[in-house]
């Protein structure tokens, strides 16, 4: 972290519980592959009330063995969002298939359910959606249009832990769903993620294809079934896991604290966009992004977030548009333009600090900024005459 940021932008939440729990797995000789892992994938399940959870290294191991388990490949279409963590595309690169990017919603930032009906082709094998920033809008109707199609949709929770629409939790929706556990989530493992499902086939393949391929049945350490991968995740991270999930309540009221004081100090700020939580939606929260109205630009933005930093507040934009990422763009040939609501609202949002123990005094001193910052910049816009 700079050593100028004196706000972080985020922080994780560990207690004498967790510590505790991470040195007890220390004294034992099982640091990976020991009881620990299929305790934690229990309590994922007994949460959601699934009948599989696998625990995996990160929820891109985990979106990689989803992929993977359901055979799809090299001329296979995945629908997905622009307006995402790259790791979501990533992973339909990784099996070979070609990601097929369809626009969001300007509310709820998710994939915007009729151009993605619109897009499906009969090479879609998928559809990898994203509950940007935990928010499920949408996730109800993408089940229906998967099911009229006949394709598996896969369910990329990694911000979404604890969200519920209608209430139904996030990881519930797809054919298989996957958490991630990095320290900026809900809850952390250090690194981590966790598969979820009902369906036992895609579990057991899951559980091959994380550990080297391996009959998860039996047939022994040397014996591989398929090409896999060593996407284990250790007792280490397990542990601390466990300890988490049982503090997920108190976690997750507290981040509702958090960004219940930021939206009733932003919302009478004109120039704000707070996001848009419908009312049949509980929010885990997982980042706290806001949005500059149409009257800023990207350079605007850019200078707003600078004049946070130089003030010691951590900050960032949340995302850049996958489609215009280097590798992309030379990749599909997408260009500027081609999404024109995801790069909208991806050139003036506005990630601020979020974080389960942020004091209400630091909110304020982020609020204080954020408006000097905003001041500053239409105060250089020239005067009407």
């Known amino acids: 972290?700079?050593?100028?940021?004196?706000?972080?932008?985020s922080s994780p939440d560990i207690t004498e519980a967790e510590i505790a729990a991470v040195t007890d797995v220390l004294r034992t000789r099982h640091l990976s592959l020991g009881p620990k892992l299929p305790e934690f994938e229990r309590e994922f399940t007994r949460y959601l009330g699934l009948e599989h959870a696998v625990a995996v290294s990160s929820g891109?191991?985990?979106?990689?063995?989803?992929?993977?388990?359901?055979?799809?490949?090299?001329?296979?279409?995945?629908?997905?969002?622009?307006f995402s963590f790259i790791a979501s595309s990533n992973v339909i690169l990784m099996v070979g298939?070609?990601?097929?990017?369809?626009d969001i919603d300007p509310q709820s930032l998710n994939l915007d359910v009729e151009k993605t009906a619109a897009a499906i082709t009969p090479r879609t094998k998928a559809i990898l959606a994203v509950e940007a920033f935990g928010n499920p809008a949408?996730?109800?109707?993408?089940?229906?249009?998967?099911?009229?199609?006949?394709?598996?949709l896969v369910e990329d929770s990694c911000e979404a832990l604890g969200s519920v629409l209608r209430q139904r939790q996030c990881g519930t929706f797809g054919r298989c769903g996957v958490f991630g556990f990095y320290p900026n989530k809900q809850m952390t493992t250090g690194e981590g993620g966790m598969i979820v499902t009902n369906d036992g086939r895609l579990a057991?393949?899951?559980?091959?294809?994380?550990?080297?391929?391996?009959?998860?049945?039996?047939?022994?350490?040397?014996?591989?079934?398929?090409?896999?991968?060593?996407?284990?995740?250790?007792?280490?991270?397990?542990?601390?896991g466990i300890a988490q999930m049982r503090r997920l309540p108190e976690i997750l009221a507290k981040r509702e604290r958090v960004a219940h004081t930021y939206v009733n100090l932003l919302l009478d700020n004109p120039h704000i966009i707070l996001p848009t939580i419908s009312a049949d939606t509980t929010m885990s929260w997982f980042v706290f992004v806001v949005r500059l109205t149409s009257d800023f630009s990207v350079l605007d933005r850019d200078a707003i977030l600078g004049c946070l930093r130089k003030n010691g507040i951590g900050c960032s934009n949340y995302f850049p548009p996958i489609h215009l990422q280097p590798f992309y763009a030379e990749r599909l040939g997408t260009k500027r333009g081609d999404f024109p609501i995801t790069?909208?609202?991806a050139d003036r949002t506005l990630a601020l600090p979020f974080h389960n123990n942020l004091s209400a005094t630091d909110i304020e001193r982020v609020i204080h900024h954020l408006r000097q910052a905003i001041d500053q910049r239409l105060a250089l816009r020239p005067k009407a005459t």
């Not at 972290?1 to 932008?9: E, K, N, R, S, Y």
């Not at 298939?97 to 369809?102: E, Q, R, S, T």
């Not at 398929?226 to 601390?240: P, Q, T």
Request: glycine share 10%; proline share 6%; aromatic share 6%.
């Open 204 to 240: 057991n393949l899951c559980r091959s294809y994380r550990n080297q391929g391996r009959d998860p049945d039996g047939g022994g350490w040397l014996a591989h079934e398929r090409l896999g991968y060593n996407y284990r995740l250790s007792d280490i991270n397990c542990a601390l």
């Open 138 to 152: 949408g996730f109800d109707r993408l089940v229906l249009l998967a099911a009229r199609h006949e394709i598996p």
């Open 97 to 102: 298939a070609k990601p097929v990017f369809v």
């Open 1 to 9: 972290m700079d050593d100028a940021i004196q706000i972080p932008l």
């Open 343 to 345: 790069e909208h609202v």
């Open 60 to 82: 891109t191991a985990g979106l990689h063995c989803c992929l993977l388990a359901l055979g799809i490949g090299p001329g296979d279409e995945v629908i997905t969002s622009p």
